[in-house]
């Protein structure tokens, strides 16, 4: 356990304003920045990826908030799967968490971001190589996943930025 605390504790994160009231026009900006920055990264395509059927994900990439082929192809999906399968382990008795304090709380967000990155390198890997998104001949897989890696990432702070800021 004292090992998940120190990894939470080294976790970067974006830093809550000082008062707790802003004001709407402020909350309004941050939310359209990061929904401009949103799309920015959705019209961005992966490097090296090669020809493959993304017609397939159509569907999912709704479900999801995601757009395939880009560097938001994860979307939403590992932040939405961890928070799921915390609260199902919280609701189950296995994962013992008092979130009515302000640590417990502190610790099931650390624990939920932690899960999203998990989550976030665990899905890139498996797009890539079950042959979802396939790189082109000659062009090295990890190199997609690591796009694809890096865009998960910048979701997941722009989800938090819109939580404390927008």
């Known amino acids: 356990m004292a090992f998940i ?13 000082v008062q707790k009231h802003r004001a709407f026009n402020e909350k309004l900006k ?3 920045i990061m929904l401009l ?18 017609q397939q994900f159509d569907f999912l990439a709704i479900l999801l908030g995601a757009q395939f082929g880009s560097l938001i192809s994860l979307g939403i999906g590992p932040m939405v799967t961890s928070s ?34 998990f989550f976030i390198i665990f899905e890139a890997i498996i797009y890539v190589f079950m042959g979802g998104l396939s790189p ?31």
């Open 5 to 17: 605390n120190k990894l939470l504790e080294n976790l970067p994160e974006v830093k809550a304003p």
């Open 30 to 32: 941050w939310l359209l």
């Open 37 to 54: 920055a949103y799309f920015i990264l959705g019209v961005i395509p992966i490097y090296g990826l090669g020809e493959n059927a993304l």
């Open 84 to 117: 799921i399968v915390l609260q199902l382990l919280k609701g189950s008795g296995i994962l013992k968490l008092d979130t009515t304090t302000h640590e417990g709380r502190v610790f099931f967000q650390g624990l939920q971001k932690l899960l999203s990155i």
């Open 136 to 166: 082109a001949v000659g062009f090295s897989q990890w190199v997609i996943v690591l796009q694809i890696f890096v865009g998960g990432i910048l979701i997941l702070y722009m989800d938090e930025v819109v939580g404390k800021w927008g």
